[in-house]
């Protein structure tokens, strides 16, 4: 009443008391003596309090009473019992106040309850207490912790971890099969790597075990890389690749292995010392040789015609006899030669080392040719004349040609092995006394003049066919001037390289210095056809080069009239082989 206002107007002073009650239920407890606690009396004034019943107990801490019906500033209501949350509702959903009863659920936490790998709880509610439930963690796959280390259960949450089996150890454990956000595996033991497989290839992470190799290097492939470091059990090394010899230093001195590099060297062998060693099978850039001593040559039989290099060996040649001299000491093919007069015109002017250099002439008027001297060789394309004495006959026969040479064609490069089966055939028998080069008084150097006129000074011309013989210049030029002067030809040819049919087959070869028209020689006398006319003689015959020499110098005595004037063919043939004569018969 002493709220109201002093209007009488009976509906706002109800309208007062309405507010009144809102006002409590925005916020009971603080609103001092907001409703009736007892009603006046005649005797007695009303009572208020700020609980919303009569019977309210704010002693407890949680609520046993509450106002189901609440008092107003003019009426007073008794408070009703809080419900005790059991049986099918064991828990408590919101607790009670004031104004409002407990309400009680059977979900363990609010509000959707306890759900497997959804929502958790570290307590569960009671009959007087409500817990919140908690939304189970889900491991980011794309975070830092994608792997479910513990699964959730209803009372504790997922755990994450950056790896990917639960009992990660990164020296001794990998994951065979990985974790996934919502399932936890168990992780395997490492491969130790032992025994013939010693050595890591590929460490191990987190999803991968490690492999193990009998290489201590990864990617190691022999004679193409090396160990430069090795690796371990538990560590991998790369290998370097091993190092290419080139350059200065382009062979190979010791070989790449597993641990050690190519070593590479200048020298061609292994071990090679100047003047001691020499390289009888030289190193590549990817293989290595030893040197091999070089050979000493006996002073007291042999003389060294060249020194010893990194490459060759020391050239031994047995001396010579003291009548003979080393020719071509020069060259791996030095052969010793009889000691040579000097040739007309000459006379001795440096002396000879007996069985090692020849001795060297000079200018001297020509000499007068007188019995028992010389009959010269003179080869064509080589340019080497060889004066050949005939010693025809022994004691009984004392008989000599004199004053006629015979020259010798041929094309140096072709016949050089077949003049000297010729050569040896006379000196065997004694027959070649000396030889020269060239006439170095008259010509100072070789040409075709100076082939023309020894041609046109000769007893008899040989002439030893090749396939290339009628294309060159110096032998067609002696066969014209042999033709001219009418000079007896022997034709000649190799018969351990050449057949007879391979032999007239040359007669056809065009060539540039002998064409069939238009010569010198007037038509259808060509050099060729002239030398083709005559019989081929063999003069080289590995099955009996005895008798094929014989054929020789048969048709030497022949052909030659310088030979059958001065002696009977029976004499030629004593005096060359010093064979018994024979009773005359067709053949002899």
């Known amino acids: ?82 419900t005790l949350c059991d049986g099918d509702s064991p828990y408590q959903q919101s607790a009670p106040t004031p104004l409002s009863d407990r ?36 491991c980011n796959t794309r975070g830092t912790a994608p792997y479910q280390l513990k699964a959730p259960t209803l009372s504790s949450n997922r755990e994450c971890s950056p790896y990917p089996c639960s009992d990660y150890d990164h020296r001794t454990k990998y994951a065979r099969v990985p974790s996934t956000a919502t399932t936890t595996r168990i992780c395997a033991n490492l491969t130790v790597c032992r025994g013939n497989t010693s050595f890591q290839l590929d460490p191990p992470t987190q999803l991968s075990d490690r492999s193990c190799t009998h290489w201590p290097c990864v990617e190691f492939v022999a004679n193409v890389t090396f160990a430069a470091t090795s ?15 080139s350059g200065n230093t382009s062979y190979q001195l010791s070989p790449p292995g597993v641990y050690r590099d190519r070593n590479c060297t200048g020298d061609m062998c292994v071990g090679y010392v100047p003047q001691q060693t020499w390289a009888k099978t030289p190193s590549t850039n990817t293989t290595s040789f030893k040197c091999v001593n070089v050979t000493k040559c006996n002073p007291s039989t042999q003389i060294a015609l060249q020194p010893p290099t990194e490459s060759t060996d020391t050239y031994c040649f047995d001396t010579c006899k003291p009548w003979q001299y080393i020719a071509d000491d020069t060259t791996n093919h030095a052969s010793c030669q009889n000691t040579t007069a000097c040739p007309p015109g000459q006379h001795e002017t440096e002396p000879g080392s007996p069985g090692v250099t020849n001795h060297k002439c000079g200018p001297d008027p020509p000499p007068q040719w007188t019995d028992g001297q010389v009959m010269g060789i003179v080869c064509g394309v080589a340019g080497v004349t060889l004066i050949v004495g005939l010693l025809m006959g022994r004691r009984s026969v004392n008989r000599f040609l004199v004053g006629k040479v015979i020259f010798v064609s041929y094309r140096h490069r072709e016949s050089k092995t077949t003049f000297q089966t010729v050569l040896t055939a006379l000196t065997a028998k004694k027959l070649v006394t000396s030889f020269k080069v060239f006439d170095p008084i008259n010509f100072p150097e070789p040409s075709k003049e100076a082939m023309q006129l020894q041609v046109q000074q000769s007893a008899l011309v040989l002439a030893i066919l090749s396939p290339d013989y009628f294309a060159s210049d110096y032998c067609c030029t002696e066969m014209r001037a042999a033709i001219e002067a009418e000079i007896p ?40 056809s002239s030398v083709y006319r005559l019989n081929l003689v063999r003069v080289v015959d590995t099955m009996d080069q005895k008798a094929a020499i014989q054929n020789l110098f048969r048709k030497m005595g022949e052909r030659c009239p310088a030979l059958r004037e001065r002696i009977s063919w029976l004499e030629w043939r004593r005096a060359l082989f010093g064979l018994p004569v024979p009773a005359p018969d067709s053949t002899a």
């Not at 050449?498 to 007239?504: A, G, Q, S, T």
Request: net charge positive; glycine share 2%; aromatic share 6%.
């Open 489 to 528: 030809i022997i034709p000649v040819y190799d018969g351990d390289r050449f057949l007879l049919d391979d032999v007239l087959s040359w007669k056809d070869k065009e060539t540039e210095f002998d064409p069939d028209v238009n010569n010198l020689l007037g038509p259808g006398k060509s050099v060729r």
């Open 1 to 82: 009443v002493s709220r109201v206002h002093p209007q009488r107007d009976v509906r706002r002073a109800i309208q007062h008391l309405n507010n009144d009650k809102g006002l409590y239920e925005r916020n009971p407890l603080q609103t001092a003596r907001a409703v009736q606690l007892t009603a006046p009396t005649e005797s007695s004034n009303r009572a208020c309090t700020p609980f919303p019943c009569s019977d309210f107990d704010n002693t407890t801490i949680i609520p046993t009473k509450y106002a189901k019906f609440p008092s107003t500033p003019t009426s007073t209501q008794r408070c009703a019992n809080v």
């Open 103 to 138: 309400v009680c659920t059977n979900k363990a936490c609010m509000p959707q309850g306890l759900l497997r790998n959804v929502t958790w709880a570290v307590v569960a509610s009671t009959s007087t207490t409500t817990i919140t439930c908690q939304n189970v963690t889900s």
């Open 231 to 245: 690796s371990t059990a538990t560590s991998s090394a790369l290998c370097h690749p091993v190092t290419r010899c």
